[in-house]
């Protein structure tokens, strides 16, 4: 900002510097974990893949959303996980597991050393399953029994009767899916508590390593108002 006869205006250069750049995966790529922590994730897994076999490798690319993105004390920009297309600049592009998400089952993806990054659907009651690592790879799977706890709290249980119901459904559809009961799971109440216990946040779980080392996973915790979203934290789960 800058002043002519004690009058305020914008240059454009303090515009373009306030404005997010459209793409962020050059800046996601260039370090991970600091960009989850500066921007909002949100996955659009209907354009990356429901069923069974998109759980694999895709090409995928971040672009500036038009949502509202708030931290206390600071703007973010929202970016949209969406796969590439000829559309984008080929420098925004980059290789990353898609663990897939369709409601009401369990859908799988193994990792490996194709790519160093993971994502999967938005998180609001799921579960996530990890399984055994060995070698930089191991199998995950994303649970949901929406369905389960839906009916069971018209049935007269109460929603946190309900929940805890739909959590155990999806730990055993879990284990069922993975192979052994042995495994790490991210419930809903390691990403969805808020600050006042209310079951209200949402994650975008995603996971990171170097290639032939062991993946870790993380959970961007987030709170969403309409077409504002409020980030709260980055936690590495396992």
């Known amino acids: 900002m800058a002043t002519v006869d004690g009058q305020f205006y914008f240059r454009f250069a303090d515009m373009e510097k306030k404005m ?6 050059r ?3 260039a370090n991970p974990s600091q960009f989850m922590r500066d921007n909002i994730i949100v996955p659009h897994h209907a354009a990356i ?3 069974q076999a998109s759980g694999r490798i895709h090409q995928m690319c971040l672009v500036l959303g038009g949502a509202q993105g708030k931290q206390t004390g600071r703007d973010l920009p ?8 000829t559309t984008h600049p080929q ?3 980059f290789f990353a597991y898609w663990c897939p998400y369709n409601q009401n089952e369990t859908l799988s993806c193994n990792l490996g050393n194709g790519a160093r990054y993971m994502f999967t659907a938005t998180m609001d009651g799921c579960s996530f399953g990890i399984g055994t690592q060995t070698g930089g790879g191991c199998r995950v799977a994303h649970a949901n ?4 706890g ?3 709290n018209e049935a007269g249980l109460s929603l946190d009767q309900a929940r805890e119901q739909q959590r155990l459904t999806q730990r055993n559809s879990l284990w069922s899916k993975l192979g052994s009961s042995q495994i790490n799971i991210i419930q809903p109440r390691d990403y969805m ?4 216990g209310e079951f209200a946040l949402k994650s975008t779980t995603f996971g990171l390593h170097d290639l032939g080392r062991p993946w870790s996973f993380y959970t961007q915790r987030y709170w969403r108002n309409g077409n504002k979203l409020f980030l709260r934290d980055v936690t590495q789960q396992l």
């Open 91 to 93: 420098d925004q592009g």
């Open 145 to 148: 029994e929406g369905r389960h």
């Open 78 to 85: 929202v970016y949209i996980l969406t796969k590439f297309s």
């Open 20 to 25: 997010p750049p459209q793409y962020g995966s």
């Open 49 to 51: 893949g429901t069923d």
């Open 193 to 196: 508590l808020d600050i006042d």
């Open 150 to 152: 839906g009916k069971l």
């Open 27 to 29: 800046d996601f790529m």
